[in-house]
T-cell receptor
Framework: AQTVTQSQPEMSVQEAETVTLSCTYD???????LFWYKQPPSRQMILVIR??????QNATENRFSVNFQKAAKSFSLKISDSQLGDAAMYFC????????????FGSGTRLSIRP | DTAVSQTPKYLVTQMGNDKSIKCEQN?????MYWYKQDSKKFLKIMFS???????INETVPNRFSPKSPDKAHLNLHINSLELGDSAVYFC??????????????FGPGTRLTVT
């Protein structure tokens, strides 16, 4: 069975600095998708970034980028130039390529930004 | 335009009551989900529907009964509410199988409080 592990329950970073959130997963599939979602205090779940496992190039969205290591089954999120609005829960998620029936979420990392 | 909407956003009720939460998506997606997020922010999948058919039922008590009248709607009815049902319930949708709109779009969540 697939699992997603976020080993950092809480992280803190100084405004304008860079922070990396960790995520590891376990699967026997070769094709799949990985996501990072953000949940601010408003509780809305917002997609931050996505990665297709068949792509070797790491995804990037403005200040957000990932380090996707397929062999190590690692999918970390780097936030550059941290802003106060980045404070939120961040969830890593996994989805099989061939089926949308189940998407597995990690337990989340609460990120706080120090002004 | 709201992609995934849920009503109500807040629900306060007493133990033993029956309540429903409604969800609608206007994205043309095939697959819809219900998630429960507990006080520790852990997201647990409850149900998954594909084209009105139940695909996943994750050991949820049978007091919870989802209903999908069409593929744009997935409602959740809860009988005999218990204190432990207090949580935020999220509806989500995704495009379905291989490679089509593969991320999940979430509704705003319904905060259910059982007293």
């Amino acid at each position: 069975a697939q699992t997603v592990t976020q080993s950092q329950p809480e992280m803190s970073v100084q405004e304008a600095e860079t922070v990396t959130l960790s995520c590891t997963y376990d699967t026997s599939e070769s094709d799949y998708y990985l996501f990072w979602y953000k949940q601010p205090p408003s509780r809305q779940m917002i997609l931050v970034i996505r990665q297709e496992a068949y792509k070797q190039q790491n995804a990037t969205e403005n200040r957000f980028s990932v380090n996707f290591q397929k062999a190590a089954k690692s999918f970390s999120l780097k936030i550059s130039d941290s802003q106060l609005g980045d404070a939120a829960m961040y969830f890593c998620a996994y989805r099989m390529y061939s089926s949308a029936s189940k998407i597995i979420f990690g337990s989340g990392t609460r990120l706080s930004i120090r002004p | 335009d709201t992609a995934v909407s849920q009503t109500p956003k807040y629900l306060v009720t007493q133990m033993g009551n029956d309540k429903s939460i409604k969800c609608e998506q206007n994205l043309g997606h095939d697959t819809m989900y219900w998630y429960k997020q507990d006080s520790k922010k852990f997201l647990k999948i409850m149900f998954s529907y594909n084209n009105k058919e139940l695909i996943i039922n994750e050991t949820v008590p049978n007091r919870f009964s989802p209903k999908s009248p069409d593929k744009a709607h997935l409602n959740l009815h809860i009988n005999s509410l218990e204190l432990g049902d207090s949580a935020v319930y999220f509806c989500a949708s995704t495009g379905g199988g291989r490679g089509v709109s593969y991320e999940q779009y979430f509704g705003p969540g319904t905060r259910l409080t059982v007293t």
